[in-house]
């Protein structure tokens, strides 16, 4: 079994700066693919920052600049620095990841988070 546990959401001033993490666990053979993606009130889910196994990262144009998302392969965590926050930020951002497991058998899936409420508010 997988699991990804986020941590780092909350109420934050414009301008402001949080910091997401998120971490996988479980019978973990191989993490390739890490993202985050965020869900604001009456919208579509939308990818916010993607990085490879290999550290290539793709952005939102929305984000661009002020967000920064990282990884740590040994720890098989991947975090979202997120500084210059605007109201338009607030979401409930979901970790998203691409994970070959080795229970009950060896399988790739998709796995997501359960997801932390960011609100950019004065």
């Known amino acids: 079994q997988v699991q990804l546990v986020e941590s780092g959401g909350g109420l934050v001033q414009p301008g402001g700066s949080l910091r997401l993490s998120c971490a996988a666990s479980g019978s973990i053979f191989r993490v390739n693919d890490m993202g985050w993606y965020r869900q604001a009130p009456g919208k579509q889910r939308e990818l916010v920052a993607a990085?490879?196994?290999?550290?290539?990262?793709n952005y939102a144009g929305s984000v661009k600049g002020r967000f920064t998302i990282s990884r740590d392969n040994a720890k098989s965590t991947v975090y979202l620095q997120m500084n210059s926050l605007k109201p338009e930020d607030t979401a409930v951002y979901y970790c998203n990841a691409d994970i070959l497991s080795f229970y009950p058998s060896i399988i790739s899936g998709e796995y997501w988070g359960q997801g932390t409420q960011v609100t950019v508010s004065s």
């Open positions: 990085i490879t196994s290999g550290g290539n990262t």
